[in-house]
């Protein structure tokens, strides 16, 4: 049976109602645009498309309709009243679509756990783990993003960010978890395999440089009187930074939290018994209410125990 009228629960679920042929959506939000500022070049200029494809759309959508829309005054248009009407109508309808699509990505966004840390963090730490978390949580989709810069949690769709700082993140939840040192690191294979077997054999061997990382404080913990390096390699990126190290460029300074699987794998390994604090320790940044989310208190729950065991096994090179 076709019927045209509101659907009715109560009716049989075999009855299916028939939709008339309807506009492209492409063309009806060009027309909602075009009717909210009477100008063709405005709502082109808001749908990042010219003119000419606007005033197209607008003849076309008529002719189908079989109804004037707008009055073409030389460059000027105005709604007619049938216009000004069917305007009212499509707009409402777009916003009940619009209100639709949000409703569901925000059903989505349950779903989806979204952790935000720096690249060297997430390339040496994060990633060879995040697999056991995912695993135990089949029904998240987890998404990773690496990045320097700070998380606006108003502004950004993140729901934990993983940071190394001070701490002083005014207004959202914070947790310490870790503790760090730096100390020197190179290939084995470095200087054609003759290490410097105490800090004043570096003397003239090339230091590796990264941005934030200075020199001077391991320097004076190890007794030397030695400036801040001002020549060699200058990396930003800390994995970068111990990549070079592996490949033989020369030595550099390192977190120990950076440094572990290739101190393991011997791709590196550690100079002298000086290490020095790390300024910034790593820290679990959240909102407030991003807390009590059950996903973020999943992604919690299965990092700080990931988080004891590794400080545990740090303990042997520090």
Same mark, same amino acid.
């Given at each position: 049976?076709?019927?045209?009228?509101?659907?009715?629960?109560?009716?049989?679920?075999?009855?299916?109602?028939?939709?008339?042929?309807?506009?492209?959506?492409?063309?009806?939000?060009?027309?909602?645009?075009?009717?909210?500022?009477?100008?063709?070049?405005?709502?082109?200029?808001?749908?990042?498309?010219?003119?000419?494809?606007?005033?197209?759309?607008?003849?076309?959508? @008529?002719?189908?309709?079989?109804?004037?829309? &707008? /009055?073409?005054? #030389?460059?000027?248009?105005?709604?007619? +009243?049938? $216009?000004? =009407?069917?305007?009212?109508?499509?707009?409402?309808?777009?916003?009940?679509?619009?209100?639709?699509?949000?409703?569901?990505?925000?059903?989505?966004?349950?779903?989806?756990?979204?952790?935000?840390?720096?690249?060297?963090?997430?390339?040496?730490?994060?990633?060879?783990?995040?697999?056991?978390?995912?695993?135990?949580?089949?029904?998240?989709?987890?998404?990773?993003?690496?990045?320097?810069?700070?998380?606006?949690?108003?502004?950004?769709?993140?729901?934990?960010?993983?940071?190394?700082?001070?701490?002083?993140?005014?207004?959202?939840?914070?947790?310490?978890?870790?503790?760090?040192?730096?100390?020197?690191?190179?290939?084995?294979?470095?200087?054609?395999?003759?290490?410097?077997?105490?800090?004043?054999?570096?003397?003239?061997?090339?230091?590796?440089?990264? @941005?934030?990382?200075?020199?001077?404080?391991? &320097? /004076?913990?190890? #007794?030397?009187?030695?400036?801040?390096? +001002?020549? $060699?390699? =200058?990396?930003?990126?800390?994995?970068?930074?111990?990549?070079?190290?592996?490949?033989?460029?020369?030595?550099?300074?390192?977190?120990?939290?950076?440094?572990?699987?290739?101190?393991?794998?011997?791709?590196?390994?550690?100079?002298?018994?000086?290490?020095?604090?790390?300024?910034?320790?790593?820290?679990?940044?959240?909102?407030?209410?991003?807390?009590?989310?059950?996903?973020?208190?999943?992604?919690?729950?299965?990092?700080?125990?990931?988080?004891?065991?590794?400080?545990?096994?740090?303990?042997?090179?520090?």
């Amino acid at each position: 049976m076709v019927w045209s009228g509101a659907w009715n629960p109560d009716e049989p679920k075999s009855w299916k109602r028939e939709f008339p042929r309807l506009p492209a959506l492409a063309a009806l939000r060009t027309f909602e645009a075009a009717a909210r500022y009477e100008s063709f070049s405005r709502a082109a200029a808001e749908l990042f498309v010219t003119h000419g494809a606007v005033s197209h759309q607008m003849r076309a959508l @008529e002719e189908e309709l079989g109804q004037l829309l &707008f /009055e073409r005054r #030389g460059k000027r248009v105005m709604l007619t +009243t049938n $216009g000004r =009407l069917y305007a009212e109508r499509v707009r409402d309808a777009l916003l009940q679509i619009a209100d639709a699509t949000r409703a569901l990505q925000a059903s989505n966004r349950e779903k989806r756990l979204t952790i935000s840390t720096m690249p060297s963090f997430a390339a040496r730490w994060l990633t060879p783990r995040i697999g056991s978390f995912i695993e135990q949580h089949p029904e998240l989709e987890v998404e990773l993003l690496s990045s320097n810069t700070l998380v606006d949690f108003g502004a950004e769709e993140v729901d934990v960010a993983l940071r190394m700082g001070g701490g002083q993140y005014p207004g959202l939840y914070v947790e310490r978890l870790l503790d760090d040192v730096f100390f020197p690191v190179c290939s084995p294979n470095f200087n054609g395999g003759r290490l410097p077997e105490l800090p004043a054999h570096m003397a003239g061997m090339p230091l590796l440089r990264g @941005e934030g990382d200075p020199w001077k404080p391991w &320097f /004076e913990a190890a #007794g030397l009187d030695w400036q801040e390096p +001002t020549k $060699g390699l =200058l990396l930003q990126d800390s994995s970068l930074l111990l990549q070079a190290a592996a490949e033989g460029q020369g030595i550099a300074l390192i977190r120990s939290s950076l440094a572990y699987n290739d101190l393991l794998s011997g791709r590196v390994v550690r100079l002298f018994d000086v290490s020095i604090p790390c300024p910034w320790l790593l820290h679990f940044v959240c909102t407030h209410a991003s807390l009590e989310t059950p996903k973020v208190q999943a992604f919690r729950h299965w990092l700080l125990p990931e988080m004891e065991r590794f400080r545990n096994i740090l303990s042997q090179w520090t």
